[in-house]
């Protein structure tokens, strides 16, 4: 009999939690069972700050953004540099957009870069989101460039889309979002605090 209750508790439980990682504007049940690869890992938002004496080497990188153009992590050394990965069908992605942009405004005056890596989508499936949710800043593809996804292996995992970077200045990560990020302020804040070290 309590055999019975666990596996019903057991079962009940499993199908809330399924329920819950359900949006109506993703279909990312079928996506997975058809094979496609779409879905998101997606965390719950907390994030990783990272002291100084405890960050890793400066993350280096080239890709090639939306509209062909190279983008190199020299391009942005000497700034705090916000790398948002993410993906056009990813629900979580799309909350946080306007978000993120709403800090690059915010903080663009302050020697702040944000740059995209998109981790799935072809320049015209970027492009539309970016028009879609009012994205300013540029966006590099990752779909077909193994130097690119390798050069940030082991910063992130990739397929866990919405993951957000804060490098600081040197180029190294200092702050990790792991999921959407939940709010503009803390997303500001942590970018303002590693923009303030040393000065």
Do not use: H
Not at 87 to 92: H, I, R
């Amino acid at each position: 009999m309590t055999r019975r209750i666990v596996a019903v508790l057991a079962a009940f439980a499993l199908a809330a939690g399924l329920s819950a990682c359900t949006s109506e504007n993703d279909g990312l049940a079928s996506q997975y069972r058809s094979g496609s690869n779409q879905g998101y890992i997606s965390g719950d938002g907390s994030v990783e700050e990272i002291p100084p004496e405890q960050r890793g080497g400066t993350v280096e990188f080239a890709g090639t953004d939306t509209e062909g153009t190279t983008i190199r992590s020299e391009d942005s050394l000497g700034e705090v540099t916000v790398v948002n990965f993410w993906y056009a069908l990813c629900g979580p992605c799309r909350t946080e957009a306007p978000l993120l942009e709403e800090v690059y405004q915010a903080t663009a005056a302050d020697g702040v870069a944000f740059l995209g890596a998109n981790i799935y989508d072809g320049p015209e499936q970027a492009t539309a989101f970016e028009e879609k949710y009012g994205i300013t800043y540029p966006s590099m593809l990752l779909r077909g460039d193994a130097d690119l996804k390798l050069s940030f292996a082991a910063e992130t995992t990739l397929q866990a889309a919405p993951t957000t970077l804060v490098l600081d200045r040197e180029g190294r990560v200092a702050a990790r979002f792991i999921g959407a990020v939940q709010s503009a302020s803390i997303l500001r804040t942590v970018v303002t605090s590693v923009a303030e070290e040393g000065s």
